[in-house]
T-cell receptor, first 114, second 114 residues
Framework: DVKVTQSSRYLVKRTGEKVFLECVQD?????MFWYRQDPGLGLRLIYF???????EKGDIPEGYSVSREKKERFSLILESASTNQTSMYLC?????????????FGQGTRLTVV | GENVEQHPSTLSVQEGDSAVIKCTYS??????FPWYKQELGKGPQLIID?????GEKKDQRIAVTLNKTAKHFSLHITETQPEDSAVYFC?????????????FGAGTTVTVRA
């Protein structure tokens, strides 16, 4: 069974902390994504990566960075957490555009910044 | 970039009735339109998708229609059941090779009343 695993289901961090959200996929997918989900706003793309060490900004990259040192792992980094980054974070992976384009999602990490 | 609008934001239906969710998109070059279902506490999961060379696709009680001229697509669920209660997201995909990313609608919370 295909799997995208996010390291934490729930996380509480203090304002100003550096926060790491980890995501691992076991499907050998080239593409990986980080979204945040907020009520009434749907899923908004933060960053994506189509290869190891490659990254592209999504629609809302401010305040975030990413790291992809290995194909199976994509990390989202909040350099200095703020209360407006309290949200549900979803990681996803997929094959390249010219192949099957279904995106597989992790279960999400609910981050609260206090 | 692509902009996807989704309506309604909430939908309550009697068990056995049909549910329809509508989405519009802005980029006429988009060519892939998936629908995702998110159950409580889980990440979104693909339920059906359609490509721009097809006008309609069915899978048991679920169907999706696409009108490229009007740039809108819809999800139809017939004979709704309690397990259909979830949040549904439509999405549209940019066709660029290294720019594969999904733009999501804001989501529709569907409640099926027993």
């Amino acid at each position: 069974d295909v799997k995208v695993t996010q390291s934490s289901r729930y996380l509480v961090k203090r304002t100003g902390e550096k926060v790491f959200l980890e995501c691992v996929q076991d499907m050998d997918h080239e593409n990986m994504f980080w979204y945040r989900q907020d009520p009434g706003l749907g899923l908004r793309l933060i960053y994506f990566s189509y290869d190891v060490k490659m990254k592209e900004k999504g629609d809302i990259p401010e305040g975030y960075s990413v790291s992809r040192e290995k194909k199976e792992r994509f990390s989202l980094i909040l350099e200095s957490a703020s209360t407006n980054q309290t949200s549900m974070y979803l990681c996803a992976s997929s094959l390249p555009q010219q192949a099957n384009t279904e995106a597989f999602f992790g279960q999400g990490t609910r981050l609260t910044v206090v | 970039g692509e902009n996807v609008e989704q309506h309604p934001s909430t939908l309550s239906v009697q068990e056995g009735d049909s549910a329809v969710i509508k989405c519009t998109y802005s980029d006429s070059a988009s060519n892939y339109f998936p629908w995702y279902k998110q159950e409580l506490g889980k990440g979104p999961q693909l339920i059906i998708d359609i490509r721009s060379n097809v006008g309609e696709k069915k899978d048991q009680r679920i169907a999706v229609t696409l009108n490229k001229t009007a740039k809108h697509f819809s999800l139809h669920i017939t004979e709704t059941q309690p397990e259909d209660s979830a949040v549904y997201f439509c999405a549209a995909s940019s066709p660029d090779f290294n720019d594969y990313k999904l733009s999501f609608g804001a989501g529709t919370t569907v409640t099926v009343r027993a």
